[in-house]
């Protein structure tokens, strides 16, 4: 589970807790006696930054995927070639790695989808040091503004989805030669006999290295009154906790906003997935199967192609009714329901086909209507699943940045938007307090998730997949 969280800490706060580890401001250094000299280079501010935290950030994608071709492969296979007097080095090399080969490319690629999409850590890494890519460029753009600036935007967005969309269709087609060649039950494993510790412990190393200690290092730094400050017993301070809760104020405003959107985009979808997948369930028409697929666009797609999208789409007044939603809050919210509609449905739609037919057919021979099955059987069915939903959905917008980045107005921020905002401005401790905040609400959902997982189908829960 700790080696899924890259995955559901936003981009922009792994960035500033890394940040907040290295450099000559690190108050954690500072505490040991190894932070570097005043006036030092931030390491973090270059490409090489940017590849690390991005390679970190989508380590968990990586994973999931070879992790499922893995424990495909049949437990008999590697058997055998081991009684056949095969070395274990001669199994990996032979046997799993060419077995593993299209689930790799697949990886790789959900790796360059999520990369190219990302906006928090180059925004947070590579705009200081004038290092720009794609969805960072986009940005710079459009506050820069400029007659045509609407032209250049939607050109460098249309590439991005075009470069997007050649992967993920590679991404598909490998993910289809990956065969399922295993028995269900016998998944493959191996005895690491006395260098299990060894391994075990190389591990929890590794991931303490690059999870937990930049995650202490940011704690320690929303601790401190001011940057560079020594945490001390004496300089021990809760002004940036205190000021996060003020009323009125900006990060209060935006707490709200957070969870009025997120909450309510999660509510939406359900209400909407619901008949949608009772629909899908009993057809299976071409209709159906273009719906699914047009679902899964906005989320495949960068955020900042979305958003540019949403721009264009809410820049005039809406037809017949007059009314202007470009720069309200509702732009970002529909935003919402579009990016993150695949995430909250397919817990639901997953559900729906699990279920044996032969419960509403018992419950129609006794009598039961249409609208009393889909009350006493369907839908209580239908509940652990859709709470996993909600829960999805308001994990990964409540701290979304790549959409909003584009679609935020003066009063509609986001929790997102400004702890990139006040890095940006030079803030760092009431970032810090920001981000320990949203750190200690996503742990708190994916424990919530993970206590509910035996009543949501299996492959719901990534870290439970």
Known sequence: MMFMLPMMIPPQVMALSWLQLMGPNSALLKMIGLAPDLGSKQPLYSDWGI??????????????????????????LIEAARLSGASLRDVLVDMILPLCKNAIVAAAAIAFISALGNFGIPAMLGIPASFYVLPTLVYQKMADFGPTMIDQVASISVLIASLSLIVVWLQNYFQRKMQIMGLPGKPLSFKLGKGRIWIEGGIAIFLTLILVVPLIALVISSLVPAQGVVLTWDTLSLH???????????????????????????????????????????????????????????????????????????????????????????????????????????????????????????????????????????????????????????????????????????????????????????DGIMASAMSVVVVAIVVLLMLVLDMFSRYIPKGVIPWRS
């Open 51 to 76: 590849i690390l935290l991005l390679g970190i950030q989508s380590a968990p994608l990586v994973f999931l995927t070879i992790r499922t071709n893995i424990l495909n492969i049949p437990k008999e």
């Open 240 to 426: 940036g906790y205190a000021n996060l809760f003020t009323p009125q104020s900006v990060t209060w405003r935006a707490f709200k906003n957070s969870f009025f959107l997120s909450i309510g985009a999660a509510m939406c979808i359900v209400m909407i997935g619901i008949p949608l997948a009772l629909w899908f369930t009993k057809s299976r028409s071409r209709l159906v199967n273009w719906l699914q697929i047009a679902m899964d666009v906005p989320y495949a797609l960068p955020g900042v192609v979305l958003s540019i999208a949403v721009i264009l789409l809410f820049a005039r007044p809406l037809p017949l009714i007059d009314i202007v939603l470009y720069g309200t809050i509702w732009t970002i919210f529909f935003a919402y329901l579009s990016r993150f509609f695949t995430v909250g449905f397919k817990p639901i739609e997953s559900t729906m086909m699990q279920m044996d037919d032969s419960f509403e057919e018992a419950a129609q021979l006794c009598g039961a209507g249409r609208m009393q099955r889909l009350r006493d059987i369907i839908f209580p069915l239908l509940v652990p699943a859709s709470f996993a939903g909600m829960i999805l959905v308001f994990l990964l917008a409540f701290n979304e940045l790549t959409v909003s980045a584009l679609l935020w107005s003066f009063g509609n921020e986001t929790v997102g938007v400004l702890i990139f905002n006040m890095e940006e401005s030079g």
